[in-house]
């Protein structure tokens, strides 16, 4: 079977090392990807500010696009596009009007039926079964989780495993051969947007973060979002001038972790590409 | 023949105003089957009934129809004049005037004729009307009284003073509940331990109070007044006509670290326990699960120990079958614990405790002798932060209600801490001050202003710990939701209060309706709080919901009140308006077929299955029967029914039919 792939903006762009790193993992792994093509803006945090109606129609062409090149299921790493696609089909199922309204805004059909999955559930339906034998290099070292906020909230549509202190990455590094940390600052605000208006914010922020992490001993960061990891990552000088010294812990994809301990290139998976250095 | 009299009541002018009361009674007067009709100004007062019973006796009347009100109002009243006038008070029936009728319409021809239709269909109803009688039911006047707190023991002495016989059963080793493990209560802080173990001990003593700790309700069927219940009395494995309750086994039990429940696993006990020092009964029971012998096969030192070879490794649970005419529901409530709380940290953290474990820490007879020791390093907490609504009040945790009791106890956990640690700092996080009660307000500004506890108004949002302090993280929503971060030694979250475990098997048992949380549900929110909807079963204390003690206690004993109203009748009289399934002669017996189709409709399981025998006993036919005393006559069944085999007594298919003819055919 083939697995749909929506990129979104980030991942063509800022965080395209995600990109390569999911490829090539999926690439590893024997899954067949294929780009939903003609796809379009997912409405990120701009849409639902201004119109409900556009929020939920951009990211219903996605879906309504897959649906329409065949595909069953896509992935969609990056997880502010995760929570747009997934409230909208939430949405759209529960109320017709706005559904109809919707497809008639697209000029596309739409029934619902595709399987929309955030990176952690790709991994673990494709990866996790087979990840063991794939295994080089154990990937040893100590690792903070950091969820971040669009991947599980809000709980009652995206059901993640444990609303505040979730735990399905931390179990797939565990099988890659790291060791998770526990801490508490799992779920914390890294800034978001903030990076943009007020990177000060940013910096007391994702200090605090990247703080804790340090002061549990952690020495690397795995993330799931582009946005918490060009936060973590490109602020890290505010970041630094928070905590008032360098703390240099490198800010991994899930998936670029995951490439190294399956013996991947550096350069497939991207890690030059990163602000901080991947010294890992 | 029908002799029927129509009395037709202008109720002042509530009625005569928009209906022409002559008319009606002119024209019921010509209706086939009627004899007398008559209109008067008051029908209810006592000349109107007097008319009423002289016409009964004068005319022979075989029926009578009250055109008037609603029957809710007065149908009592003429129904008693009727029997004190010789006729079967059920030949009696109501047209309601002036609810349906005058009130509702405008003075006019129509709103005539439609009093006259009103009439008109009760006459042709009551010709189908039969005597009835009275249903009586025997009362068994013992009481069962489910669960030992303080609603409980509240309960059951009050209902023993009344001279009537308790059983009450308790499924720990000891009475008491929650409230033998409070410090002080509020708004006195007198005490808990001190006002509770005189009750608990003249529950045991008292005479017409059967106590059966250890013990659990298996099964219960029949109804008010005749109630079955079997009782598990699980094994203690001791013979408790033997113990003396010396205790030397408990000293002597080599598996002491167990968790204490009744310290909230803030201290350990052996495996064989008294749960608390002034437990009643105070004889030990063996805990199977954690019990080395029970276990591994090895041990016994308890055994060896005992001076009155009261130990027994080989007992059973037994079931005791008890008769019982009313019940008691008293199982009290549990409060969630801190694992419910990720954010909070997850049940990781030793000195993030729920509001019941700092009872037990600030408790004389705690696992610290009262003083405010944190259970991770035993330091005493120089700063201390309470979390009001943890958990309660939030609709994400799927708790949207009130937990009621945490504002009070909140206040006064504060103030113990304060007295206890001079120069310590408390901080208590609330949504809203809810202090509604006697001397509850002046409590709580007194731990606020006297106490100088540290109120913020703000939730908390995350708590964690770094460095060996208790990182709280909130908000303060009275200064514009300023981020506040406290570094404390020790959080007490006042976790909401939720129902037992099994309080919903349990209401299944008994059934008794329970709400979408399992707090078992009142007849009536206002009017009826401490019965259930299943007749003869009452409700005290925190199983309907969060309560305090003085709560609790006035429902136990307004639920006391309701079940010695019931045994003060030898005989229950109910209204006779319920279901029978017809019978007739052989061969055919009844029409019913016996599908049992209203078996499953019944809301009540009054419906049975009878066996009709020949005269060798063999079994001919099974057909529904329906227990009088279970029946609420609610038609159910009757509208479940393919062989039209069930009527409502006094609303038979015959009787509906012909009010509904009388309506279509012209008169």
Redesign the interface.
Known sequence: MTLGFYPGCSLKGSSREYAESVLAVANAFDIQIREITDWNCCGATAAHNMNRELSFSLPARILSLAEKQGLQEIVVPCAACYSRLTVTKHELAKDPVLKNAVTEANGLDYSGAVEVLNIIQMLNKYVTPNLESHVVRQFDHKVACYYGCYLIRPHEILKFDREEDPQSMDELMLKAGATPIDWAFKTECCGAGLSVSRTASVGRLSGKIIGDAKDRGAEVMIVACPMCHSNLDMRRNSINEYLGEKVDIPVLYITQALGLAIGLERKVLGLQRHFVNVTV | MSKIGVFVCHCGENISATVDCVKVAETAGKYDGVTFSIDYKYMCSDPGQTIIKNAIKEKGLTGVVVASCSPRMHEPTFRKACAEAGLNPYMCEMANLREHCSWVHEKGEETTEKAIDLVRILVEKIKYNQSLDAIKVPVTKTALVIGGGIAGIQASLDIANTGHKVILIEKDPSIGGHMSQLSETFPTLDCSQCILTPRMVEVAQHPDITLYTYAELESLEGFIGNFKAKIRRKSKSIDEKLCTGCGLCTTKCPNKKIPSEFNEGLGTRPAIYVPFPQAVPNKPVIDKVNCTYYTKGKCRVCEKVCPTQAIRFDQEDQIVEVEIGAIVIATGFTVKQPDF???YG?G?YPDVITGLQFERLASASGPTLGEIKRPSDGKIPEKIVFVACAGSRDQ?KGIPYCSKICCMYIAKHAMLYQHKVHGGKSYVFYMDIRAGGKMYEEFVRRAIEDDGVNYVRGRIS?????NGKL?VNGADTLLNAMPVEIEADMVVLATAGVANEGAEELAQKLHVSYDPYHFFAEAHPKLKPVETNTAGIFLAGACQAPRDIPESVAMASGAAVKVAALFSQDELTREPLIAVVNRQAAPVYSSCVGCFLCQSACPYQAIEREDIKNRAGEVIKSVAKVNPGLCQGCGTCVAFCRTKSIDIQGYTHEQVYSEVMALLNEY
């Open positions: 709380f990720p954010e997850y990781k994400a995350r708590i964690y710990e770094k990182i």
